[in-house]
């Protein structure tokens, strides 16, 4: 949900992403820390791909020390959003009653954000990792990088038999010129609100959210629509990807008369392609 303040220059987006984050656990086979540092990214990125126009794209990558090595995420204007960790298989002992994603990420290392907006070249920025806690990250981004104050609110609860049942996120953007007694107002209150898995899990919804952010200042609801977890890969773009290798490499693997298994990182969909498709890409090639 994505909404801007009537009077004031502040604009507020919300999400629920339970059911994605979800789909994307079983996808990857995540341990608990794992699939709240990916759930976090994944959201994360649903939020900053609500800022741009349909057609246009983000992508995100948290590399860090931390033992998930690295989290990729690319989220698309029309709501959709793909991501995978290097490292899945990662469960951390909690920190004051919580998954320590921070631990898992590290706190040395970068955070880049790329964003294709249908232009002659991708935008790129890169900043280092403020604290590996994702939302405090993106958050040190959009002000170092783009100079817009903002405030991020990740959660992701995972349950002890490692299902999510609360996912969700708000970014929250001044836009100059900016009221400073309003916005040190909200920032007060969001400093003072539970944490977004709490207020999901006691049935709280998107608009519940957004009122308990804005409080008495009045805004516009701009626009709903669902999100969801969407990879793009295809057997056509692998093929473009194996016509990539040259006649060399392909030549090779014919030669060694053996099949070739692509999997996408994304999706963990799987392509198997013979010794009849190579030597048909073999041709196109030449």
């Known amino acids: 949900m994505r909404c801007i303040a009537r009077d004031e220059n502040i604009l507020g987006l919300v999400c629920v992403t339970t059911n994605l984050v979800n789909e994307a656990r079983e996808l990857h086979s995540t341990y608990p820390t794992a699939t709240a540092g990916l759930g976090r990214a994944l959201t994360g990125g649903l939020l900053m791909g609500a800022l741009l126009y349909k057609g246009q794209r983000i992508a995100l990558k948290f590399e860090g020390n931390g033992p998930l090595k690295k989290i990729i995420v690319e989220a698309e204007g029309d709501g959709t959003v793909k ?37 002659k070249e991708p935008y790129m920025g890169v900043v280092k990792l403020y604290s590996g ?43 100059p010129p900016a009221n400073e007694e309003i916005i040190d107002d909200m920032v007060r209150r969001i400093e003072k609100m539970p944490p977004v898995t709490e207020l999901l899990r006691n049935g709280k919804t998107p608009e519940d959210l957004m009122q308990q952010i804005f409080g008495k200042i009045p805004y516009q609801i701009l626009a709903k ?18 016509i990539s290798l040259g006649t060399e ?13 692509v999997s996408c990182h994304f999706c963990c969909k799987k392509y198997v392609f013979g010794k009849v498709e190579l030597e048909r890409l073999l041709k196109e090639i030449q």
């Open 225 to 242: 629509k669902p999100v969801s977890f969407r990879c793009s890969c295809s057997r056509e773009r692998i093929e473009q990807a194996l």
């Open 83 to 119: 991501g995978y960790v290097v490292n899945p298989e990662v469960d951390l002992p909690p920190k004051n009653g919580k998954l320590d994603v921070a631990a898992a990420v590290g706190n040395e290392g970068f955070l880049t954000v790329m964003k294709d907006l249908r232009l």
């Open 133 to 175: 806690e994702i939302a405090e990250d993106l958050a040190f981004y959009l002000a170092e990088s783009e100079q817009v104050p903002s405030a991020v609110g990740l959660g992701v609860f995972v349950e002890p038999d490692w299902n999510v049942s609360a996912a969700g996120g708000f970014l929250i953007q001044s836009l």
């Open 249 to 261: 490499e392909i030549d090779s693997i014919i030669a060694e008369k053996r099949d070739i298994d």
